[in-house]
Nanobody, 125 residues
Framework: QVQLVESGGGLVQAGGSLRLSCAAS????????MGWFRQAPGKEREFVGA????????YYADSVKGRFAISRDNAKITVYLQMNSLKPEDTAVYYC??????????????????WGQGTQVTVSS
């Protein structure tokens, strides 16, 4: 069993930055991948980005590429989502998730085993 706790959400003006954290507890497999998703009101949850735990390779949705960056701290078992140049359309609840045995798919919700509770990010214009 793995528990994920997100933090760092809040209200920011357009053009500003926020850093979200996702702290994991429990056993994390070396084959794991951790992803970030977001869900805006009235919309489906969508992929933001992911990091492969072993090796640190990252993937990003086109909508955030060049603005967002994912990193990890192995010792703290924590993944970060650095969000820069935020836009009002980035407003959403942000979720982290983990798949213990990464098999090549990081953008599909169904690929993930455990989810956090989400943290609200609001970007004002």
């Amino acid at each position: 069993q793995v528990q994920l706790v997100e933090s760092g959400g809040g209200l920011v003006q357009a053009g500003g930055s926020l850093r979200l954290s996702c702290a994991a507890s429990g056993r994390i497999f070396s084959s794991a991948a951790m992803g970030w998703f977001r869900q805006a009101p009235g919309k489906e949850r969508e992929f933001v980005g992911a990091i492969i735990w072993s090796g640190g390779y990252t993937y990003y949705a086109d909508s955030v590429k060049g603005r967002f960056a994912i990193s990890r701290d192995n010792a703290k078992i924590t993944v970060y989502l650095q969000m820069n140049s935020l836009k009002p359309e980035d407003t959403a609840v942000y979720y982290c998730a983990i798949v213990q045995r990464y098999s090549g798919t990081v953008s599909a919700l169904r690929a993930y085993d455990y989810w956090g509770q989400g943290t609200q990010v609001t970007v004002s214009s």
